[in-house]
């Protein structure tokens, strides 16, 4: 009869309080979403714009986003890049148990480190299978077979953190500032968000941004672009933008034009930028 694995290897601890900021740069956010799925478009990504809304809620943004598939070297291959920066890095997908579920071994090879049954992880799914047992689905036995495959899924990376999942207690996991959690939005997106919460709070509204922008009617980008060039050497830390749009919805082309940083800087940028665009003859008014 099959036996409960090993569960001695990991710390089985709560993730100490997070101290005030130091003063330190906000760290950058990156998003790390797993799966063949999501490329082929048999499903579409929800993770991208969830993680922006909750950043955003904190006063926190996302640097960056990763779509890769689920062949365990290019995921390993993505994680070795990933754990060298200092970044904080949610990572969605793969962490089942199935064979295209690869994700918590090639954490394990990007980090050198081994697998082994998390404790805390273990108690979690044993009391998931008591709970569907009580239902009349499934047997709360963890030595059967199919419970033994169920513990599989908490199987991480030594020295590994879990991550809570409200939706069915089968956990995440920590490792690094990488934080590892499944595919399903109903529980990601509540693991992220204790994450934020309970590990990052300290970084929350650190940074103060804001974003103006207008719309500039009859000026071609070349000709407003060395305003905006000349804009980022003299207010420095403040970054302009120019999104051009050529009316393919009968709209009229124009060209919505902005700046983003800190709030008084930017403004004054802004204003400066107005004057530049009427001076080299744009209008803030659509033709009529």
């Not at 990572?91 to 404790?119: E, K, N, S």
């Not at 599989?152 to 590892?180: C, K, T, W």
């Not at 008084?264 to 802004?270: C, D, G, M, Y």
Request: with cysteine.
């Amino acid at each position: 009869m099959p036996t409960q694995p090993d569960v001695s290897q990991h710390a089985l601890h709560a993730p100490a309080p997070e101290p005030a900021s130091s003063g330190l740069p906000v760290p950058r956010v990156r998003l790390i979403a797993i799966g063949d799925e999501i490329l082929s478009g048999r499903r579409q990504d929800q993770h991208f714009t969830k993680l922006i809304e909750l950043l955003q809620a904190r006063g926190m943004r996302l640097h960056a986003a990763e779509f890769i598939s689920d062949d365990e070297d290019d995921i390993v291959a993505c994680l070795q890049r990933s754990f060298a920066t200092p970044d904080l890095v949610f990572c969605c997908g793969g962490i089942g148990a199935t064979p295209d579920d690869r994700t918590r071994q090639a954490a394990a090879r990007a980090l050198g480190v081994g697998l082994a049954l998390h404790p805390e992880a273990a108690r979690l799914i044993g009391e998931r299978c008591a709970e569907t047992a009580a239902k009349g689905q499934g047997s709360a036995d963890m030595s059967i077979p199919e419970n033994q495959q169920r513990l599989q899924m908490g199987v991480f990376p030594l020295g590994a953190e879990i991550i809570p999942n409200s939706y069915n207690r089968i956990p995440g996991f920590f490792i690094r500032d990488h934080s590892f959690m499944p595919g399903f939005p109903v529980m990601a997106h509540a693991m992220m968000a204790w994450t934020l919460d309970t590990r990052y709070a300290r970084w929350h509204h650190q940074e103060i941004r804001i974003e103006h922008s207008f719309l500039v009617f009859g000026l071609p980008e070349s000709r407003i672009t060395p305003a905006l060039e000349f804009l980022e050497q003299h207010w420095p830390g403040i970054r302009a933008f120019s999104l051009p749009n050529v009316g393919d919805r009968g709209g009229h082309p124009h060209i919505e034009l902005g700046v983003k940083g800190e709030p008084e800087a930017a403004a004054q940028a802004l204003a400066w930028l107005r004057d530049q665009v009427q001076a080299l003859g744009g209008s803030l008014n659509p033709p009529v």
